[in-house]
């Protein structure tokens, strides 16, 4: 634990800060104390030892099928699997996927095809099975035995954000940036389920949260907006060390307080926690290694949906953007969007796509 990290904060001063921003229906509401419960949770990083053991867990439990599952081809190499070798293996593992997105021959040898089964999407597959069985609007039907895919934001998405969470829809968030994580929102949930012991009711909290706004507009940490705050931005967003959302009204004071999700992912990615969550580690390092070499852009976004409104802005970037009305589109890219990801029902909500384009 850090030097500087601050004790957790109490139940009691959660309420009080909801007394002081938000209304008395919400104090009134059915989750109230829930989220009480939430902010206390997640305010330091003592709390989340034991939820974050549990993801720990569930991500080796996983992983350690997965090698089982191809332990006679890794015994045809003469490498023999077993529980005291099999963080090793991962490393090895590991390392060897790394290498795939910095160009690889067309063939992979069989240990390669091996790394790709054992560690591809290793999370998401945790993060989504729990998802699935605590409330939240996943098409598990038809993904029984993978992982589900969640939605994806990319931009600055404002009202859509909102429709999302009634949604009860989890999210990959990557209009924030690789320091704020993609996962990381996923993350916090999964915490305050397991730590809070939520079940099924998760998933209705996250329909519930967008409901509560704050009764007077709060200026943001970095004096660029003067609005009302939503309960979301309070208990999931704040301001952390990396700075990551200055524009935002809430500063976590304490860089162990995982309302913020760049305290979250910083710390979970920090060397020092390879010991204690190698698997977690690993993974999110991963992530935000391609995350800052693959931005999530024009391409990236027409890979994974077939979009007629997309492929106008894919067909207006790869001529650079010189013909009129093209720098309307980039704009309306820019202006967010929500991917929505299941078997047979994918689309995009954009945030602001004008009717004459």
């Known amino acids: 634990m850090e030097d500087d990290a601050m004790p957790a904060q109490s139940e009691a ?9 938000f209304s008395q229906a919400f104090q009134n509401s059915d989750y109230y104390q829930d989220f009480c419960d939430v902010g206390a949770l997640l305010s330091a990083e003592e709390n989340c030892r034991g939820p974050l053991a549990y993801l720990e867990q ?7 099928e997965r090698v089982m599952a191809a332990q006679g081809a890794l ?21 060897m996927r790394k290498q795939w997105n910095r160009g690889t021959p067309a063939e992979f040898n069989e240990l390669a095809e091996i790394a790709k089964k054992t560690t591809s999407k290793l999370l998401t597959t945790v993060l989504s099975r729990w998802e699935a069985d605590n409330g939240f609007a996943v098409d598990k039907e038809f993904f029984s035995s993978k992982h589900l895919p969640a939605d994806l934001l990319v931009g ?10 009634a949604s009860g829809r989890p999210f990959k ?30 998933g209705a909290m996250f329909r ?6 704050s009764r007077q507009p709060i200026t943001s940490i970095d004096q660029s907006n003067t609005v009302r705050r939503y309960l979301w931005e309070y208990l999931f967003d704040r301001e952390g060390d990396p700075s990551n959302a200055a524009s935002v009204a809430f500063r976590c004071t304490d860089k162990l307080d995982f309302r913020a999700p760049s305290n979250l992912n ?17 993974c999110l390092n991963y992530r935000f290694d391609k995350r ?31 013909e009129p009305g093209d720098n309307r589109l980039l704009r309306a890219f820019n202006s967010g969007l929500f991917i929505r990801r299941g078997h047979l029902i994918n689309g995009v909500k954009w945030q602001n796509w004008p009717d004459d384009l």
Do not use: C
């Open 156 to 165: 600055n998405v404002l009202s859509l954000f909102n429709d999302q969470l």
């Open 75 to 95: 015994r045809a190499k003469n490498i023999d699997i077993t529980p005291d070798t099999l963080l090793d293996l991962f490393n090895h593992l590991s390392g």
């Open 58 to 64: 569930q991500l080796f439990i996983l992983f350690s």
């Open 208 to 213: 519930n949260v967008k409901r509560w706004i």
């Open 266 to 282: 910083r710390f979970l990615m920090d060397d020092a926690q390879r010991g204690t969550y190698p698997l977690l580690n690993w």
């Open 292 to 322: 800052t070499h693959q931005r999530a852009g024009i391409e990236y976004v027409s890979s994974k949906v077939s979009d007629r409104n997309v492929k106008k802005v894919a067909n207006a970037y790869e001529r650079q953007f010189v």
């Open 13 to 21: 001063s959660v309420a009080v800060d909801f007394t002081q921003h």
């Open 173 to 202: 968030d990557l209009g924030a940036g690789p320091q704020h994580g993609e996962h990381t929102h996923r993350i916090q949930w999964y915490l305050i389920g397991i730590g809070l012991k939520l079940g099924p009711k998760a």
